[in-house]
């Protein structure tokens, strides 16, 4: 059975560093596209950043280049999102979710077509 659960989420205040975990089982992280996607309130969910099958390809979306990083351990079958400098505007509900794609590959899917998801973990960046 597939399952993602993310944690790491909380309070920080501006500027501060947060680090989200998303942990997977019932699959092999080497065949599947590893997604981050956050949802503030009244607003649409909006894709954050990525890991392709391939590891050393990863995305972001502009707002969080230089401040966010995606990682992988296989062994621990887990992915990581390191969230440093934060802003106001990072608030949302944070969600991991991924899609099988052909083994090594070094793209990601759009946020329609990711098949699993996890249950999202609420960041608040708050003075």
């Known amino acids: 059975q597939v399952q993602l659960v993310e944690s790491g989420g909380g309070l920080v205040q501006p500027g501060g560093s947060l680090r989200l975990s998303c942990a997977v089982s019932?699959?092999?992280?080497?065949?599947?596209?590893i997604g981050w996607f956050r949802q503030a309130p009244g607003k649409g969910r909006e894709g954050v950043s990525c890991i392709a099958s391939s590891a050393d390809s990863t995305y972001y979306r502009d707002s969080v280049k230089g401040r966010f990083t995606i990682s992988r351990d296989n062994a621990k079958n887990t992915v990581y999102l390191q969230m440093n400098s934060l802003k106001p505007e990072d608030t949302a509900v944070y969600y991991c979710a991924a899609d099988l794609v052909p083994y090594g590959s070094n793209w990601c899917p759009p946020l329609g077509e990711y098949d699993y998801w996890g249950q999202g973990t609420q960041v608040t960046v708050s003075s």
């Open positions: 019932g699959f092999t992280l080497d065949y599947y596209a």
